[in-house]
């Protein structure tokens, strides 16, 4: 809920002193249980707040909304552990209409690049993925860092969102987002980054021409439409502010994820899959 309006907390702030002390009510209006998170928040760590308390009303407080992520940066390979699989997996959770577009970029079970035939499907999650197809006849080097798809637009409008989660900041695709929000003003457009100086532009290549002259120009041209940058760690932070001149107001640190599963089951999990592979 805090990703989908990040500037609920601020409005609460106010209100937060009044609940000290408050026990937490899961049949109060919507409003109140805002009020309530709002202050375990304040009062304890965010582990245990999530653990003991999110679940309990984050259907009640968010209404459905339809949820576009456009993986053509960061790519969405089925049934890994990556961020992307993972915000998927927990917005469908929470009741939302999810749809993924993603590139025929897949891995296999190795861990090899291998690509695929554009198609929809429905995943293993219950989400609806499109694998669109590159726009330019290129070799895969180049198609892979110009980033451009077909379709892309199409399917928005036929799908309607209401909130576009665009994973990565380079890619020519941000700018046909960024024509589908100029003609839909109600839509919420967040764009995430992983880039840092240690996995991007590490050479003059790739630094100058690729991510300070494509890239930054892509992303600036597109800014105004954009209602946060979400960084996933501090170093994606100061690499988004000195290669695309991001301002400080349009930056969030968005941290990386996981699921927790308790000892019993992971010694399961962990037994079973050594004894697969002997």
């Not at 990556?82 to 939302?96: I, T």
């Not at 197809?133 to 928005?156: E, Q, V």
């Amino acid at each position: 809920y805090l990703y989908l309006n990040p500037d609920k907390l601020s409005q609460m702030g106010s209100e937060s002193k009044k609940l000290s002390g408050k026990n937490f009510d899961s049949n109060k209006n919507s409003n109140s249980l805002l009020k309530v998170y709002e202050n375990l928040l304040i009062k304890k760590s965010p582990f245990e707040c999530f653990k003991n308390r999110y679940n309990d009303f984050r259907l009640k407080v968010q209404e459905k909304r339809k949820i576009a992520h456009v993986c053509l940066s960061c790519n969405f390979y089925d049934q890994f552990g990556y961020q992307e699989n993972k915000l998927v997996k927990k917005h469908l959770d929470s009741g939302h209409d999810v749809n993924v577009f993603t590139s025929t970029e897949m891995l296999t079970k190795h861990g090899s690049i291998k690509f695929v035939k554009p198609s929809s499907y429905i995943s293993k999650d219950g989400c609806l993925v499109h694998r669109l197809p590159y726009a330019f006849d290129l070799h895969r080097k180049i198609s892979t860092k110009i980033r451009a798809h077909k379709l892309l637009y199409k399917y928005l409008k036929s799908f309607s969102p209401d909130v576009i989660f665009f994973h990565g900041t380079c890619g020519w695709e941000v700018l046909t987002v960024r024509k589908y929000v100029l003609s839909h003003p109600k839509v919420e457009l967040f764009i995430d980054s992983h880039e840092d100086h240690y996995n991007s532009a590490t050479n003059f290549l790739s630094r100058i021409i690729l991510h300070k002259l494509f890239y930054r120009s892509i992303i600036q041209y597109s800014l105004p439409y954009v209602k946060s940058v979400l960084c996933v760690s501090v170093e994606t932070i100061s690499f988004v502010r000195k290669i695309y001149k991001i301002p400080e107001s349009k930056i969030e640190f968005f941290p990386l994820g996981a699921d927790l599963i308790c000892d019993q089951n992971y010694n399961s999990n962990r037994k079973n899959v050594r004894s697969e592979l002997n």
